[in-house]
């Protein structure tokens, strides 16, 4: 499969409260992350014994050496992962205060510029069975996966979908809240995620998935569709679960599986994803996944 997608550093900062304007404030301690979302799902795919190439770009700098380095470690191709001279990795200054409110810059940096001629080219070439991708990169590179054979859109953060590319997509899986702003309506029960996959449908979009956090996720495909609940487990850290369930779920079906198994499946993932601290180094390996649920194999 390949991942289509962003690539970021999270420069995390504690500190006893949001510096207010001019303001310079000493803090307790800092920490780094490799992330972005479709590092994340590129990953948990290959994690899971995917063939997965990331289709993204960083900047020439140490970070972006550090996520190509992290990545290749983790099994992903990173062949068409390319690195700009003149623009750097992207990266997000978070800063959170002792009572959890938190301030955040994201600067998109090299994410903006990946072109949709490179993501056709890199496809071209890669010729993959499957392309999983989010709304982390500019909308025209977005649309540069439309015409694939199989198309999985996460779209996260939401922003509008338009109609002539929501032909092109075979699933889309939106969290709760993103479910919320494509359509207008919030899914709260079986009833108003039936209607939120509707309202996806009529707009040519061919299945739905919104994932519902501990309550698990609703798969809808024109025919049916149910919530599949999830396992319970003691989060600790639900940072990457959505990108734990969408690499998952683009794994599994690439095995072959029905919808309502790889949703199954991508819940016990991202559940799992939950009680580990960070995206990356919390993505479960295939032989955890099958000694925590054999039964849905
Ligand atoms: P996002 O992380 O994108 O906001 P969700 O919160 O819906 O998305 O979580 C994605 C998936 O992660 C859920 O469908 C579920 O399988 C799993 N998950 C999230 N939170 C929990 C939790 N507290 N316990 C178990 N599974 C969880």
Redesign the pocket.
């Known amino acids: 499969m390949a991942v289509v997608g962003s690539a970021n550093v999270d420069l995390v900062f504690r500190a006893p409260t949001v510096p207010a304007p001019g303001q310079t404030l000493l803090g307790s301690d800092f920490t780094s992350f490799l992330g972005g979302k479709g590092a994340n799902q590129a990953v948990a795919a290959a994690r899971l014994g995917a063939d997965v190439s990331f289709i993204a770009k960083v900047g020439h700098d140490t970070f972006g050496s550090d996520i190509a380095r992290t990545l290749g470690r983790n099994g992903v191709d990173v062949t068409f992962l390319s690195a700009e001279e003149g623009v750097a990795t992207g990266t997000a200054g978070i800063v959170v205060a002792d009572s959890g409110e938190n301030a955040i810059v994201v600067a998109s940096g090299a994410n903006w510029k990946l072109e949709p001629e490179e993501i056709e080219r890199a496809l071209a070439a890669t010729h993959p069975d499957l392309v999983l991708t989010q709304f982390e990169i500019r909308e025209e590179s977005v649309e540069a996966c439309s015409g694939q054979d199989r198309l999985v859109v996460n779209p ?1 953060p939401a922003r509008d979908i338009s109609d002539a590319f929501c032909a092109h997509i075979d699933i889309l899986t939106p ?2 809240s993103e479910a919320e702003q494509l359509t207008g309506l919030r899914p709260s029960n079986d009833l108003t995620c039936w209607t939120c996959a509707n309202v996806l449908f009529d707009k040519g979009i061919k299945n739905v998935v919104i ?4 309550e ?2 609703f798969f809808a495909t024109p025919h049916n569709g149910r919530r599949l609940p ?4 003691r ?1 600790i850290d ?1 940072t990457g ?2 990108d ?2 969408n690499g998952a779920l683009a794994t599994f079906l690439l095995q072959g599986r029905d919808l309502e198994n790889a949703v199954q499946l ?2 016990a993932v ?2 799992i994803s ?1 009680t580990r601290r960070g995206a990356i180094p919390s993505m479960p390996t295939l032989a955890e996944l099958k000694e925590a649920v054999g039964r849905l194999f």
């Open positions: 996260a969290n709760r994932t519902l956090g501990s698990g996720a999830t396992l319970s487990v989060a639900t679960a959505g734990a369930f991508a819940n991202a559940a939950t």
